[in-house]
């Protein structure tokens, strides 16, 4: 699984769903540990933050501890 990648792109209403959706991701492949996240330009340096906080752990545990951010590339 180290190889394969899919890009999706959520925009749910809240981060809670969020993690919801990320639980899901996570449970096909319970061994990935890395995603990629392309935050809107338009977000705060706190909202990334959170955003980070948010993928890395819910309340059943690790969800992606390996995090990427990408910006725009111009």
């Known amino acids: 699984s180290a190889g394969e990648t899919e890009k999706k792109t959520w925009e749910p209403p809240d981060l809670e ?5 990320l639980r899901q991701v996570k449970s096909l492949d319970p061994s990935r540990k890395r995603i990629k996240i392309h ?3 338009s977000y705060t340096a706190q909202q990334v933050v959170q955003l980070m906080d948010v993928v890395q752990r819910d309340g059943q545990g690790e969800l992606f501890s390996e995090i990427v951010l990408e910006g725009d590339r111009q």
């Open 17 to 21: 769903q969020l993690q919801a959706l």
């Open 39 to 41: 935050p809107d330009a």
